[in-house]
């Protein structure tokens, strides 16, 4: 089956359930039931675990389309991939069959790294994991947990019982007792991600370790960090795009009778619409430059990984600016499904690794200047 047979059908029921998704806060479970049984939860897995073998430029691909129906949707998956792709490459001794699992979707995957101590710096815990008889015990308060409560599998982050100012990263499985969503989440935008507050008060084992003692660090920010990204921003370019096409339509047809003109003969709508076509042709270049370069790495790609969700994050902001003020009242008043674009939009920018961290660290990087100095 090729990639289009299994999107269409995806993309369908996500499209028919996003109004209720976002309108009632719900989780988008028939969008992810289906993407169970489509095969795309293993999308980026290689085909000797059983997955699709496909890579960056396909992966920003699909999630582009899907945001461009359902944020939540796209959000869910995107998290699933970012918690899968560090487990397929580190693979935990004790679990030899999850990456199977992750791919034919018996398993829903997500990451538990942000924690209110260290708020949207994912990549340091704060958390501290001791040992007990042998084993390790966990004490972990996440926060902004996609799929929290939903999730069959909990990729988290805590600083190691073993080394001091080391990371690890466990697999929690949802059975386990000690792993409780402890919130609710009441969000502007993406309201159906279920981004939710958790709490792992558990004990694991290093079987249940991805990758080696004291990786974790590196496995956040040498392998999630950049298919996060990468997604994040094709959740950005996804949802700008759909507002684009979306106010396109409404300003070529919406007349003015009293003179006989539609919305887009007014030379401000003209210049209005033309920039955020220019905007999403450029953040969509960078955004096909970046899948590129992650998918074949060169001294440029930690550039690409961190400018592309900036970028995208804030074209986002721009374009569905832009697609709510063309269209004025119709899309105020919820007569156009942009306000539901635009409030998705927003949650990227401020989603971990903000923007402005990204910012900083582009900096950092092309000033010679140490990243996390």
Same mark, same amino acid.
């Given at each position: 089956?090729?990639?289009?047979?299994?999107?269409?059908?995806?993309?369908?029921?996500?499209?028919?359930?996003?109004?209720?998704?976002?309108?009632?806060?719900?989780?988008?479970?028939?969008?992810?039931?289906?993407?169970?049984?489509?095969?795309?939860?293993?999308?980026?897995?290689?085909?000797?675990?059983?997955?699709?073998?496909?890579?960056?430029?396909?992966?920003?691909?699909?999630?582009?389309?899907?945001?461009?129906?359902?944020?939540?949707?796209?959000?869910?998956?995107?998290?699933?991939?970012?918690?899968?792709?560090?487990?397929?490459?580190?693979?935990?001794?004790?679990?030899?069959?999850?990456?199977?699992?992750?791919?034919?979707?018996?398993?829903?995957?997500?990451?538990?790294?942000?924690?209110?101590?260290?708020?949207?710096?994912?990549?340091?815990?704060?958390?501290?994991?001791?040992?007990?008889?042998?084993?390790?015990?966990?004490?972990?308060?996440?926060?902004?947990?996609?799929?929290?409560?939903?999730?069959?599998?909990?990729?988290?982050?805590?600083?190691?019982?073993?080394?001091?100012?080391?990371?690890?990263?466990?697999?929690?499985?949802?059975?386990?007792?000690?792993?409780?969503?402890?919130?609710?989440?009441?969000?502007?935008?993406?309201?159906?991600?279920?981004?939710?507050?958790?709490?792992?008060?558990?004990?694991?084992?290093?079987?249940?370790?991805?990758?080696?003692?004291?990786?974790?660090?590196?496995?956040?920010?040498?392998?999630?960090?950049?298919?996060?990204? @990468? &997604?994040?921003? %094709?959740?950005?370019?996804? =949802?700008? $795009? +759909? #507002? *684009?096409?979306? /106010?396109?339509?409404?300003?070529? !047809?919406?007349?003015?009778?009293?003179?006989?003109?539609?919305?887009?003969?007014?030379?401000?709508?003209?210049?209005?619409?033309?920039?955020?076509? @220019? &905007?999403?042709? %450029?953040?969509?270049?960078? =955004?096909? $430059? +970046? #899948? *590129?370069?992650? /998918?074949?790495?060169?001294?440029? !790609?930690?550039?690409?990984?961190?400018?592309?969700?900036?970028?995208?994050?804030?074209?986002?902001?721009?374009?569905?600016?832009?697609?709510?003020?063309?269209?004025?009242? %119709?899309?105020?008043?919820?007569?156009?499904?942009?306000?539901?674009?635009?409030?998705?939009?927003?949650?990227?920018?401020?989603?971990?690794?903000?923007?402005?961290?990204?910012?900083?660290?582009?900096?950092?990087?092309?000033?010679?200047?140490?990243?996390?100095?």
């Amino acid at each position: 089956m090729d990639l289009e047979s299994r999107l269409e059908p995806v993309l369908s029921v996500a499209g028919k359930h996003a109004a209720t998704v976002d309108s009632e806060a719900r989780f988008p479970a028939e969008a992810v039931l289906a993407l169970r049984s489509s095969g795309l939860l293993g999308l980026t897995i290689p085909e000797e675990y059983g997955g699709i073998g496909a890579g960056p430029p396909e992966f920003s691909d699909v999630v582009s389309r899907l945001a461009g129906v359902c944020g939540s949707t796209a959000m869910v998956y995107l998290m699933h991939v970012s918690a899968a792709m560090p487990v397929v490459g580190a693979t935990p001794a004790g679990l030899p069959d999850l990456p199977r699992q992750l791919a034919d979707g018996r398993l829903l995957a997500t990451l538990a790294f942000s924690e209110p101590g260290s708020r949207s710096h994912f990549w340091a815990p704060v958390s501290q994991a001791k040992r007990d008889n042998g084993e390790v015990r966990l004490d972990a308060a996440k926060s902004w947990v996609t799929s929290a409560g939903y999730a069959d599998l909990y990729v988290t982050s805590t600083l190691s019982a073993d080394q001091d100012g080391a990371i690890d990263v466990y697999t929690i499985e949802a059975g386990d007792a000690g792993a409780t969503v402890t919130g609710s989440f009441t969000g502007l935008g993406l309201r159906g991600n279920a981004s939710a507050p958790m709490r792992f008060d558990t004990t694991t084992s290093d079987d249940a370790r991805v990758g080696g003692a004291g990786t974790g660090f590196d496995l956040m920010t040498g392998t999630v960090m950049p298919w996060f990204n @990468l &997604g994040n921003a %094709a959740v950005s370019h996804g =949802l700008a $795009s +759909a #507002a *684009a096409e979306a /106010a396109i339509r409404h300003v070529s !047809t919406a007349k003015l009778q009293h003179t006989e003109q539609v919305l887009a003969e007014l030379p401000t709508i003209r210049a209005r619409v033309a920039q955020m076509s @220019l &905007g999403l042709e %450029a953040a969509g270049a960078y =955004l096909r $430059s +970046a #899948a *590129a370069s992650i /998918a074949a790495p060169d001294e440029q !790609t930690p550039l690409r990984v961190f400018g592309v969700k900036a970028l995208a994050n804030d074209t986002a902001l721009s374009v569905t600016d832009d697609a709510m003020r063309v269209c004025g009242g %119709a899309a105020f008043s919820q007569h156009l499904p942009l306000e539901r674009f635009f409030r998705d939009a927003r949650a990227g920018h401020v989603m971990a690794p903000t923007a402005d961290a990204l910012y900083d660290f582009y900096g950092k990087a092309i000033t010679g200047l140490p990243l996390f100095g």
